[in-house]
């Protein structure tokens, strides 16, 4: 059974970071593509960044040149999200999704961390 587990969440000031980490636990063939989402209160799910295997990353316009992912290809499959200037509008709970289209296709979800901007 694959898990993936975040940590790095908290509360923090406007202006400051935070370095959000995914793990996943159990067998799984390559992750395709790894991704940072978020919910704020009353507000949809939306995508926050993505990396695919080759490394190839996208943004929210909301989160260019302030967030950063990154991943680890090795044995442990994991995904960071580097925050910096931070805003109250960056505050949400924030989920990894890992996700592989080809044959063995999978979607898994991690289970949320929360992100607090606030003075």
């Known amino acids: 059974q694959v898990q993936l587990v975040e940590s790095g969440g908290g509360l923090v000031q406007p202006g400051g970071s935070l370095r959000l980490s995914c793990v996943a636990s159990g067998s799984m063939l390559p992750v395709e593509t790894m991704g940072w989402y978020r919910q704020a209160p009353g507000k949809q799910r939306e995508l926050v960044a993505q990396i695919t295997r080759a490394g190839n990353s996208n943004y929210a316009d909301s989160v260019k040149g302030r967030f950063t992912i990154s991943r680890d290809n090795n044995a442990k499959n994991t995904v960071y999200l580097q925050m910096n200037s931070l805003t109250p509008d960056d505050t949400a709970v924030y989920y990894c999704?890992?996700?592989?289209?080809?044959?063995?296709?999978?979607?898994?979800w991690g289970q949320g961390t929360q992100v607090t901007v606030s003075s």
């Open positions: 999704r890992f996700e592989r289209a080809r044959i063995g296709r999978y979607d898994y």
